[in-house]
């Protein structure tokens, strides 16, 4: 199979070729996770062999790259009862008024409990761009009016319709670092569909309809290392447009990396997310931690596994945090 | 096996005999999900025959049964950037100061996205308590003092062990609710440890050592009815005390139900909580929809399945909202 | 001076009557606070004459009467670091990592502190509508396009115009329920602007041109009783929006009062709201608690003060909660 | 009035002199607010003669020097509804489910609203530390113990305390850049109680009992410039702890400053804040903008106004957000 693409093509040229809408059906909001049923399920469960479990998530903490002041700010963990509050129950007799929220009613009895709550940016650690995330001309996938996405959330194509198909299936993993014999590829550096059929072939696995690929280029490793936000946010190796096609040629149903964007950033008018996203329907990965994936398969040699990569059920959301397991 | 205890005991006369302070070492802070490795994942893989996904996660939105006033809230999800925005790079022309944050500037070339985030307490909807969720007389599990769960979340026993870790195993369904042939069981019914193995002998399925035990009472599926959140939150049947024994002696890894509190309130001391997570470090699901996964299980009387229940890597975390995933 | 309008007249009718687009010239944003000038607030300043000071304020706590639902939540004050993390720094020696965000690093030297943040939905409380509150057929206050108010704020009519510009200058107090001897006015009960030229009259208390002017009908002291909330949002006593025409014939500068919504709900297409918002570019107080302030005009007869209800300067808001002062 | 004191005398043994446990009963929880009284405010509202308005706070923005990683980050404002939701009542028709949140619902009949939210920590901008911000020795203003702070918030010494009892009286301003004709200064520099009093002398102004005494250093006007986060957060001009004395002395309500600290940083354990805040209950008020105050008090030379600083009224806070008004 290859690209076939004649030179000077644009991505507006393959918007067809690649055109999801319809295809399953004129009220679909799900796209490419329609690839994944119970027959691909079934086959990528056969693929949990050595009871391996790897997370591929990132710590939603305060030292994610995102920046200060924009609307994509590092999520906050903040406790809402703490351990401290134990002595409390003693301390505050007799400070307490009735009626008053404290600690005293409801710690009665000896039992203490503490609790947590999250300020969630979806777009800041490991997360899917759901279906709903980008559009363009007015319309998103399947051509609903991006205006069906108001304030109050995406009433359609929002997070739910993955949430409620289950994010589960047979992972690829395409280790395009490794290949190179590279820590990290180099910034900017565009990853081209013939490069991801050579590393597959190199790895000895085969891309197949409803795999979910999962390609490194080891950015996060190097973010790990030098915690440089903007570049890791603005200069990462990433995918060509191109490689768009490529993914709807394979029937792929999803894509996953370990850097910000997926595509290089280039002059930031993202032709690959509006090809994927829009036109196709598909799942992007952003910011997933493959650095401990890439050791267990260079290990054994097996870059095929069972992923769950499951979204909280957020009815009308356009992004979802997760801590995606690969199972082997 | 049996619980065998006599009568007049009381939970605390049982702290001894189901603490595992110490059992995986004294640094320990992942308790029983230490009873899942390699061998466990392996042979819950090999449950996934149908490749059938069924998604446990109740909708993380404002209809949850949480209070308007109190520190535990209904989620938020509030969209940053939406489809409303589309039109403004033409209609706000002339008026963007330079240097605004507006979508002028990170709209351009006709790419547009949307943006979401949200405001979420790990207790609300589908969650996990964590290891350092509860604790008494000072102490949480494994001895660690409670005062290293501070505000700035918990230094010893936070979610990340079980992230990092991966939740994913064996999991068997305790349909207790079907047993009856009820819909829902009684307000504040306390289900017993010789209960739990009736259901069990009944649907043919055995607990083994590093299982996810998910039982169902109907509370959920009341609740989807009449949305009675006070009923949902303080009165729904549940476990009584000794099936944290119980579960001891199974060697289960984690318990999870579709009501608000695994056990039933009582009178708000909580005895299981106390045993299941301070003694046993174990975790505790919540508020899971077992309604389609009890539908599924009775058409071919298969009650054991992979289960994937993984939540967010946040550090420090005490609790997890949580989307987990019953595959077969 | 009077009201003049003919019978059958619509709110449409006076659109042009009241309008104040262009008034202030093409580029203006601020609206009818220009009728607070030097002059005003000097005249304003000399009605300090009791020393005495009147918080305006409700409290910004759970207790307030929004809904656990939609999207007007009631605020949430978190502690992110308290009282009970003081022991800590003894108890968690020995447990913290190097690197930890830890009150060891951040508590050295026996210095101990607490800190807090607010989620503060701006209409939840004490509040001014701001001139970027209100629209309709595309257009808001001074003929801006709506589309001017993004994902990202208010880029034209934010309330920082007002917090530049102050909020601050003579305030008169027309106690309706009072005037009527009533603890609070009859649910739904529509107030009339002759019936405001009339308590004012009765009060000896003249309306000039830049007044707030600040009314009351009992609704919140009545809140504070029975808590609640629904007739508390929907069904409060309320001005007609004929008083939007009394309003622009006095020069008032914005208008509070201790309801809801400051109009009676009615059908809910908000024409006061319209008029005096979108067409007369006026902020409007809501939820303002004036019980105190009843007595204390109730006691010595005057019923002019000066009146300070500064917001905070968030850039691109379109409301602000704030906690008033009437300064005696 | 002079500090008189002895040489070598550290702020320990300052404790006592400066202690105003007990002055305004055990149960006081205001500390030096008590020093104004109607008496103060009348006064205050005496120097209104020019009718000029001048807000001291700064814009609440990403642009705070605040953080991306701390607990003390940049505030949010999120639109919960916009303008680019106004065609949507059209562009959605028949996408709208029965039972959404969906603006259909809520923008009936033409009318149309934008609403928002912030995520406001308290100490990112200008602000009052709280009489329950700092503690030692297990103990905070009053003698109440600190464990009293409690997750639940401040069970004393809360901010309801001020809001409740107003924060409004005379200002005082000392330019202390200015009378060094700097327009900042130097990094580090500690303002001493001499220096105080020479400005104040300079300046033709006496500080009186009850004033709130606002104190520039330029570094606002500087950060405005550089945008140096670090360098405002941690290197700033500011007082030495000797300061506190002089506060004492002279019944100073309250200070604030247009620095992060208020005092000097030096070696972080904050003698100021312990003396100031825990020992006398007083606020400290820190990044305020004074910039346009010193221009305004520069012209015609008079450096006392009245000053509203007034707080939300948010029970158990124990900082303040805050948009003061300076007005002369």
């Known amino acids: 199979m290859s690209t076939d693409m004649a030179p000077g093509r644009t991505w507006r040229d ?77 301390k505050t007799k007799g400070f307490v008024s009735p009626g008053s929220r404290n600690a005293l009613q409801v710690m009665h009895g000896g039992f203490r409990f503490t609790e947590d709550m999250l300020i969630l940016p979806s777009q800041a650690g490991t997360q899917w761009d759901g279906v709903g995330h980008v559009y363009y001309d007015g319309l998103m996938y399947n051509g609903y009016p991006a ?21 589960a299936g047979r992972g690829v993993f395409l280790d395009v670092a490794r290949h190179h014999s590279a820590a990290v590829l180099p910034s900017e550096y565009a990853i081209s569909p013939a490069e991801l059929d050579e590393v597959a072939a190199s790895e000895g696995v085969e891309v197949r309809s409803g795999d979910i690929v999962v390609i490194r280029t080891g950015a996060w490793g190097k973010f790990l290392v030098d915690r440089d936000g903007r570049e890791y ?23 996953a990396m370990d850097n910000s964007q997926v595509e290089v950033l280039g002059d930031g008018t993202h032709p690959l997310h509006r090809l994927a996203i829009r036109n196709m329907g598909m799942l992007l990965g952003e910011i997933w931690n493959l650095e401990a994936l890439s050791e267990a398969c260079a290990v ?16 009308g959301a356009v992004g979802a945090s997760i801590n995606p397991l690969a199972i082997r």
Chains 1, 2, 3, 4 share one sequence.
């Open 300 to 315: 054994d040699g097996a870059y095929e596994f069972f992923l769950d990569a499951q979204p909280l059920d957020v009815p």
């Open 147 to 167: 205006a069906t996405i108001t304030s109050f959330g995406a009433s359609r194509c929002g997070m739910e319709q993955a949430a409620r198909h289950g994010v």
């Open 14 to 90: 393959m918007v067809e070729d690649v055109s999801n809408w319809g295809r399953w059906g004129e009220d679909d909001q799900l796209g490419t996770l329609n690839l994944i049923g119970p027959d691909e399920v079934r086959a990528a469960g056969s693929l949990i062999r050595r009871g391996q479990v790897i997370p591929l998530g990132v710590p939603l903490d305060g030292w994610l790259p995102n920046s200060r002041t924009g609307f994509r700010r590092n999520p906050m963990h903040i406790m809402v009862v703490d351990g401290g509050d134990d002595d409390l129950a003693e």
């Open 233 to 255: 946010l603005l200069e990462c190796a990433g995918l060509s447009w191109e490689c768009a096609v490529w993914a709807h040629q394979h029937n792929v149903a999803a894509i």
